[in-house]
């Protein structure tokens, strides 16, 4: 995802990159961060600190690694974008004490597809009822770190609220009422898909997103960028940014 959003970074005329952050030890550490993205030298070496007084900071890493980028940011005053996910209950409430006192956007999946069927899921659920069967399916690569995704969680948790279903993880023996079934898949170079299936009786109706390639996260994650550049101290999601 560094990769990905240096990349586009570097074509957007509103947006300058004043730094590259990598943990301590890795082998990339003060190459420059054009070259690995394979753009070009653009004179900005990876380092493994923060530095930055202004501007913002775009983090895609692991929770700890957010959760101390969000603390810097809080003390430094600069705006945050997190698009890390695989956060525990407990770091999770961490963030909302933090995050309020900065301008600060969190989002399991910054897709602006993804995003409009999180906001098309609440009136579908609405619509449907409790009626019906519902399932999430998500596949991603082998090498991510957390199951099920983010995005998937978020989905029931949308789900759930408006039905009062059950979310679990997986399936065995028979289905539970009300139960809302979140299964992962773990294959390959799977960028990301995510299916809400809901199932009536003599009928299906399924909603799908497929990411054909990390741009379209990359992409989201600049525009949050712009957003937050601009915002009042506050806790936000892209909802916030596409006003959803």
Known sequence: MG???VGLLSKDKGLKLCGAVEAPGNHLL???VGEVAGIGPLGVPITDSLQASKGLLIDFTTPNAALDHLQYCVGKGLPIVIGTTGFSPKEERR???LGPQIPCLVSPNMSVGVNV???LMERVSQLLGSDWDIEIVEAHHRFKGDSPS????RLAEIL????GGRPIQGRKGRRGEGEIGVHSIRAGDIVGEHTVIFGGLGERLE???RAHSRDCFARGALL???FVAKAPNGLYTMADVLKL
């Open 30 to 32: 003060g190459k420059d």
């Open 95 to 97: 963030i909302k004490e």
């Open 3 to 5: 990769r990905k959003v």
């Open 160 to 163: 759930a609220q408006h039905t």
């Open 224 to 226: 949050a960028a712009k």
């Open 150 to 153: 983010g995005t998937a969680k």
């Open 117 to 119: 069927l999180f906001g």
């Open 207 to 209: 909603f799908t997103h």
